[in-house]
């Protein structure tokens, strides 16, 4: 089962097309980043502030197996 990432805001406008309801389906070798995975995405990192791995709060230099779901968010502001 390959990984699926999760994308939210202005991420999302970085693959045109992106269907929310299912993600991004992305094949990866045990070991990879997050960082590394975003890069492999061409996700700006600087834009990647919030970061869930199975639900849970994660950060870029957490290790992935290559089956979880990865969620990454954008800042958020608001008032």
């Known amino acids: 089962m390959p990984?699926?990432?999760?994308?939210?805001?202005?991420?999302r406008k970085c693959f045109p097309g992106y269907d929310h309801?299912?993600?991004l389906?992305?094949?990866?070798?045990?070991?990879?980043?997050?960082?590394q995975l975003?890069?492999?995405l061409q996700l700006?990192?600087?834009?990647?502030?919030l970061i869930l791995v199975n639900g849970q709060a994660a950060k870029?230099?957490?290790v992935l197996e290559g089956t979880e779901r990865v969620?990454?968010?954008p800042p958020v502001g608001g008032g």
């Open 60 to 62: 870029l230099d957490t």
């Open 44 to 49: 700006p990192l600087d834009d990647v502030k």
């Open 3 to 11: 990984l699926q990432v999760l994308l939210a805001a202005t991420l």
């Open 21 to 23: 309801a299912t993600g």
């Open 25 to 35: 389906e992305v094949q990866i070798e045990p070991g990879t980043t997050v960082r």
């Open 71 to 73: 969620a990454m968010f």
């Open 38 to 40: 975003a890069e492999r």
